[in-house]
């Protein structure tokens, strides 16, 4: 057990549909990210937030919409999607933004599957 | 940007056996964690060590800074040190962590 906390598991989706992630983090921290594994390929980070804004967008496709209600919670909408977006969908948090002599926690993980 | 490069990419080994993982990167760092992920998918930190030598029970880790490259020591391997092992590398104040590609342990009773 990490501290952070996402749901759903496990999700198939078609691609007409729309769904989201969630993550919620109780370790206290004011940063959060969403990263992406998919097979055979290092972990990519998607978005990072800092109290509640987004600091970075690492190029991702417009169909993965993050959302940041409060620095505990940490959302990934997604729509239209691709068969090629499966993928394991991991949510982060840290202290503070700057990861220099920060430690990063992650989630399980959400394995999602596109059909 | 930071280069990181994690070898073997695979490692079989009986259960008791010592190993050794190597993480090389190509710049210098201000952090530097080494993760084990399960079959299931979690990351769990095992060590935030971005210079210097640390130990936890079986597992041990080193990193040479000035020669950017981290070694991560399992002793008397066990069956649930399979999965994979994640080298991560930050270099600067943005929140980018780069990830190696991993090397796959597999860890035969």
């Known amino acids: 057990e990490t501290g952070v906390t996402q749901t759903p598991r496990h999700l198939v989706m078609g691609m007409t549909n729309k769904k989201s992630l969630k993550c919620e983090q109780h370790?206290?921290?004011?940063?959060m990210y969403w990263y992406k594994q998919s097979a055979k390929k290092p972990l990519e980070l998607m978005f990072v937030y800092n109290f509640k804004e987004q600091t970075e967008n690492n190029s991702v496709p417009s169909r993965f919409s993050p959302e940041c209600p409060n620095s505990s919670h940490l959302f990934l909408h997604l729509h239209t999607l691709q068969p090629e977006d499966s993928a394991l969908y991991l949510c982060?948090?840290?202290?503070?933004?700057?990861?220099?002599?920060?430690?990063?926690?992650f989630g399980e993980g959400s394995w999602l599957t596109v059909v | 940007g930071i280069q990181v490069e994690q070898s073997p990419p695979d490692l079989i080994l009986q259960e008791g056996a010592n190993s050794t993982l190597r993480c090389n990167f190509s710049d210098s760092v201000n952090n530097l964690q080494w993760f084990h992920q399960n079959p299931w998918g979690q990351l769990i930190n095992l060590f935030y060590?971005?210079?210097g030598t640390k130990q936890n029970g079986r597992l041990s880790a080193t990193t040479v800074a000035t020669e950017r490259y981290s070694l991560l020591y399992i002793s008397s391997s066990q069956t649930t040190d399979s999965g994979v092992y994640f080298c991560?590398?930050?270099?600067?104040?943005?929140?980018?962590?780069?990830f190696g590609k991993g090397t796959k342990l597999s860890v035969k009773p």
């Open positions: 982060a948090s840290s202290q503070e933004l700057g990861i220099g002599g920060n430690t990063i926690y």
């Open positions: 370790l206290g921290h004011n940063a």
């Open positions: 991560a590398v930050g270099g600067g104040s943005q929140g980018n962590l780069i």
């Open positions: 060590i971005p210079s």
